[in-house]
């Protein structure tokens, strides 16, 4: 065969998507017709779900009953805990919401969205309680979906701030067109497997450190470098031990991207409160000193922060331990990839590329 390969299948188009744009020469970002700066200012992450799945920023109306079903959808999550055996045992949240995740039935396409965005959210915030030894909180339905996630966590009901902040995270997450773990749920809905089995599969694509691995990794360098002096000296020794900078670099944008900057402003409108003046500093000097190394040795990539850089100061200013940053990635981003398992199935064609085999030929044919 003598077609070309695209390593990491760069520049490859696979489907034609309403659902958002990604501009990285110019790090716009735009979901089903409404930049993400938008969002994160104007929306809820109920909006942003009802805006995903059906098409139409919603009415005050339709914006409750989201919030309602969500809610339910807690409800029934936090119901079956006690049946999911030792799934949320697990050392790593992810695999626990891997393994969590597939006890649920898949049903139809509106009814297993919600049930899975309203999944997530708990079992992770029950994977955390259960790390320190304490039962797990259950849902109030009146809250917020973001007010709610902090609530199961902490026990109490947070003040209007953080949640506002948890909520423009899970705003700005949402979705990111062909991504790994969209692109790993699109080829399970292909094969015309359900929307959970799509979703694990997701999950175990985000897990990885090169996509939604990366927030936690981040915090623990700003620990370890711990005032901006340090950082270049930091910075260098990992570039020259031939290690990534998490928080760095992106296969789409060539600029900074642009939920980088977002989670900024979300981490700054926290300052003093839920982030120390000093841990904003630092991460700011950190980027600019990674940005500037980077641009040394890789003159012709443009390495910029990516959308992890901040979601970790966001994060962590919020009260969210690092072991549960990938898994509120995945909280935000089930929504995104629902919508795609949707989007794939009126497409209704198989996805299969091809191989081209490098192994070796006609042995024991002498
Ligand atoms: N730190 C150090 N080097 C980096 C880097 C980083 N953060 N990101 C890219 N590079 C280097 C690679 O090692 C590679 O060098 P090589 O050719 O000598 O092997 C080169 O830059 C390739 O760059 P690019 O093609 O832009 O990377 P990619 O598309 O293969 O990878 C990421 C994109 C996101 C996987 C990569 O930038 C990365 O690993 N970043 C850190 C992890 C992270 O923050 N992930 C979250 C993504 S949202």
């Not at 501009?23 to 929306?43: F, K, M, N, P």
């Not at 936690?216 to 260098?236: C, K, N, Q």
Request: proline residues 6%.
């Amino acid at each position: 065969m003598s077609a070309p390969t695209a390593s990491g299948l760069d520049g490859i188009v696979v489907a034609h998507t309403a659902l958002s744009e990604v501009d990285g020469d110019h790090g716009q970002l735009v979901i089903r017709g409404y930049s993400v700066e938008t969002l994160v200012e104007r929306a809820t992450f109920e909006d942003v779900c009802a805006l995903l799945w059906n098409g139409v920023w919603p009415s005050a109306h339709e914006r409750a009953d989201v919030q309602a079903e969500l809610a339910k959808a807690r409800e029934d999550a936090f119901a079956m805990l006690p049946s999911l055996g030792g799934a949320l045992g697990a050392p790593d949240c992810m695999e626990g919401l891997r393994a969590a995740v597939g006890h649920l039935r898949s049903a139809n396409s509106a009814g297993d969205r919600v049930r899975l965005t309203g999944a997530i959210a708990v079992f992770a915030a029950a994977w955390a309680r259960a790390q320190v030894r304490q039962s797990p909180v259950p849902p109030q339905p009146l809250l917020s979906h973001a007010a709610d996630c902090l609530q199961m966590l902490s026990g109490t009901v947070p003040d209007p701030p953080y949640a506002r902040a948890l909520d423009a995270y899970l705003c700005c997450v949402v979705e990111h067109g062909m991504n790994a773990s969209t692109f790993t749920a699109r080829v399970v809905a292909s094969t015309g497997s359900d929307a959970v089995s799509a979703i694990v599969a997701a999950i175990g694509a985000l897990k990885g450190p090169l996509h939604g691995g990366a927030p936690g990794p981040v915090l623990d360098m700003l620990d370890a470098i711990g005032t901006a002096p340090h950082a270049r000296s930091w910075l260098e020794a990992e570039l020259t031990a031939g290690r990534r900078i998490m928080g760095m670099g992106h296969r789409i944008y060539r600029v900074r991207d642009p939920r980088a900057a977002a989670l900024e402003r979300a981490a700054t409108a926290l300052e003093g409160s839920g982030v120390p003046a000093e841990r904003l500093l630092l991460a700011r000097a950190v980027e600019r000193e990674a940005e500037r190394l980077l641009a040394g040795r890789y003159p012709d990539r443009h390495l910029r922060a990516n959308v992890e850089f901040y979601t970790a100061v966001l994060l962590d200013g919020v009260g969210i331990p690092r072991t549960l940053f990938s898994p509120m990635f995945a909280a935000s981003r089930v929504v995104g990839w629902c919508a795609h398992v949707d989007e794939q199935r009126t497409v209704g064609r198989l996805i299969r590329p091809a191989s081209v085999y490098v192994g070796p030929v006609a042995l024991g044919t002498a």
